[in-house]
């Protein structure tokens, strides 16, 4: 019945607006994940410190999520969440280094 309207070829300005509420459209589902996320580690402790931020966005990352679109809604600097990935991974090799 719309094949007629599928077949229309898009116009400059409503291609870049597709893309734009594509690109909203990915922030704003890796932003209710984020949320979903803290509600929950919200219920069994206070507030997350910077390295729980950036375990919860390294799961969320491997789930799919983009990481600018993670960062954005737990409004973490780039430089941030890798410093707290380094630490993170430094303890866990001095535990299977001490075993």
């Known amino acids: 019945m719309n094949k007629n309207l599928y077949q229309i070829p898009f116009s400059e300005s409503e291609r870049e607006e597709l ?3 594509r690109e909203r459209n990915a922030y704003l589902e890796a932003e209710i994940a984020v949320i979903k996320t803290e509600s929950l580690e919200k219920r069994t402790r206070s507030c997350a410190s910077q390295g729980e ?3 919860i966005i390294k799961e969320l990352r491997e789930v799919g999520y983009q990481l600018k679109h993670l ?3 737990m409004k973490m600097a780039k430089s941030t969440y890798y410093f707290e990935l380094n630490k993170i991974d430094a303890v866990a090799e001095k535990k299977m280094v001490s075993y």
Do not use: C, F, Q, Y
């Open 71 to 73: 960062l954005k809604a």
């Open 53 to 55: 931020k950036a375990a």
């Open 19 to 21: 893309i734009r509420l």
